[in-house]
């Protein structure tokens, strides 16, 4: 079982819609976890990290963990063509040393 | 403020021949990392280390070494290049910690055995 899973995707939205990606996880003793994005031919920039149960929000951007579930999930409202990228979820090892990546969910955006 | 510098930004290998890729952080990070990128697909770790002296195996270590003497560089060494190698592969760094770990990244090297 892979450390950090996702779904490849694609996953294509309208304009102006949500945007929603999934992110389970198997390491019980992971205690933070990043959504970055990464532009074809790009290094992966950090869009939120989120260490407790529950929401966090950030402009257009809300993060989400549930750890009894193992699930964190990254929601984009009012969704721009410019947010077309692969988005890569990441979980810190139980010592924070660790960052494991998933295999990132590829999101198209139609105008 | 240079970040995570890594060099070559692109290299051509034949089959069997050997290369460092160099990584050097000017952040004071304790944590750095070595990932591969294959096309279409996810983050693999390949190598990481909390420390000068420290390193340990990530998910797909086969076919690479590495070594971290100070804290600011964290070289990888491919030994006997082989087709499977082909990669972008990504260095990077962190603070230690338990909650905001970011990790920052350096711009990738694009690496093709042929």
């Known amino acids: 079982q892979k450390e950090v899973e996702q779904n490849s995707g694609p996953l294509s939205v309208p304009e102006g819609a949500i945007a929603s990606l999934n992110c389970t996880y198997s390491?019980?003793?992971?205690?933070?976890f990043f959504w970055y994005r990464q532009y074809s031919g790009k290094s992966p920039e950090l869009i939120m990290f989120?260490?407790?149960?529950g929401d966090k929000e950030d402009g257009r951007f809300t993060a989400q963990l549930n750890k009894a579930s193992q699930y964190v999930s990254l929601l984009i409202r009012d969704s721009q063509p410019s947010d077309s990228a692969t988005y890569l979820c990441?979980?810190?090892?139980?010592?924070?040393?660790?960052?494991?990546f998933g295999a990132g969910t590829i999101l198209r955006v139609k105008s | 403020n240079a970040g995570v510098t890594q060099t070559p930004k692109f290299r051509i290998l034949k089959i069997g021949q050997s290369m460092t890729l160099q990584c050097t952080q000017d952040?004071?990070?304790?944590?750095m990392y070595w990932y591969r990128q294959d096309p279409g697909m996810g983050l693999k770790l390949i190598y990481y280390?909390?420390?000068?002296?420290?390193?340990d195996k990530g998910e797909v270590p086969n076919g690479y070494n590495v070594s971290r003497s100070t804290t600011e560089d964290f070289p990888l060494r491919l030994e006997l290049a082989a087709p499977s190698q082909t990669s972008v592969y990504f260095c990077?760094?962190?603070?230690?910690?338990?909650?905001?770990?970011?990790?920052?990244f350096g711009q990738g090297t694009r690496l093709t055995v042929v």
């Open positions: 952040m004071n990070h304790n944590y």
């Open positions: 990441a979980g810190s090892g139980e010592y924070g040393n660790k960052l494991v």
């Open positions: 989120i260490y407790s149960n």
């Open positions: 390491d019980r003793g992971s205690q933070s």
């Open positions: 990077a760094s962190s603070y230690p910690g338990l909650k905001n770990t970011e990790a920052f």
């Open positions: 280390s909390v420390g000068a002296g420290i390193t």
